[in-house]
């Protein structure tokens, strides 16, 4: 930097070049001392993220114990809102007579829209943060869960507690990252809970029904190939049905002129630990990629088969 500096100097005594001398200032305040890596609150922040990144779970088989959140995860900044992405394989899909600039305002008018919702006085009263939905607004595939819980709730983000580091295992087994999907729920907002008590409460029907306009428009303005319904009170909410899990997880149904493909909530699979209750998810899993004309290998079609 040195000798960079002392050229520039020497070049301007010559006739014909005219050199601006803010020019050199502006170098010479680039050999200004940085601050260590890890020191101050941006250094803080890459660490965290190091720390966060270095754990990579198996596909599904993760223990109880190990998909708790660790400390340095749950302080991480809120990720930024979802935006469209300007990729030629995100462009191939279009919704018929919409500009791709109009398809995004529509979005971003419907996320706008649903952060100011004031539809449920006590949910608003009770929430920290409105939970839109997060991922590809281009998706092929979309996830559908109730509610969000207390992770979400506080981090604006849906399925990011336990359940949702499952759901992301089960997502990336299938062959697609978790950006590639959308995620949302049927309730934009945490249900409310009495004072004192802790856990979490499903959602009235009055209250999904409240909600599920805004889930309508995400899934008009995704247009996703397949939906999956994550336990038997997201179904509920999206079409109604009250029958018991048994006899809905595993069939196809429909959501208007889209398949939708009914299995358990990750939380389920959190309580009940058996093979044979995994491997009943990813039967389902696997018809979602035989829909969507995904290759599917041997190693995951034989997937908790082994020990059964």
């Not at 009770?126 to 607004?137: I, T």
């Not at 409240?210 to 009170?233: N, W």
């Amino acid at each position: 930097m040195d000798l960079l500096i002392d050229h520039l100097k020497n070049l301007s005594g010559r006739r014909r070049l005219r050199l601006d001398h803010s020019i050199l200032e502006q170098i010479e305040r680039l050999q200004a001392p940085k601050p260590p890596a890890g020191a101050g609150p941006a250094g803080r922040n890459r660490n965290l993220e190091g720390a966060a990144s270095d754990f990579v779970p198996d596909p599904l088989t993760t223990s109880d114990r190990q998909g708790r959140h660790s400390p340095a995860i749950a302080e991480r900044p809120r990720p930024p809102a979802p935006q469209l992405t300007s990729e030629p394989a995100m462009q191939e899909r279009r919704i018929p007579g919409r500009s791709q600039r109009e398809r995004q305002t529509k979005f971003e008018e419907l996320r706008a829209t649903v952060l100011e919702c004031t539809k449920c006085p006590h949910l608003v009263a009770f929430r920290h943060s409105v939970v839109f939905g997060v991922g590809n607004p281009e998706a092929e595939l979309m996830f559908i869960g109730e509610a969000p819980g207390a992770d979400e709730d506080l981090r604006g983000e849906p399925f990011v507690g336990r359940a949702g580091e499952l759901l992301t295992r089960i997502i990336e087994t299938m062959g697609f990252e978790r950006k590639e999907v959308y995620i949302a729920n049927v309730l934009k907002c945490r249900p409310d809970i009495p004072a004192g008590q802790a856990g979490n409460r499903p959602p009235t029907p009055e209250e999904m029904q409240t909600c599920l306009p805004y889930l309508r428009s995400q899934i008009e303005l995704i247009q996703p190939k397949v939906l999956v319904a994550l336990g038997g009170i997201a179904v509920r909410g999206l079409l109604g049905k009250t029958e018991p899990m048994k006899s809905l997880r595993g069939r196809w149904l429909s959501f208007g002129s889209i398949p939708l493909m009914v299995t358990f909530h990750p939380s389920y699979l959190l309580r009940n630990q058996a093979l044979s209750e995994k491997r009943k998810v990813w039967e389902d899993m696997l018809q979602v990629l035989e829909r969507l004309n995904r290759p599917i290998s041997e190693r995951q079609r034989n997937y908790f088969l082994a020990n059964r």
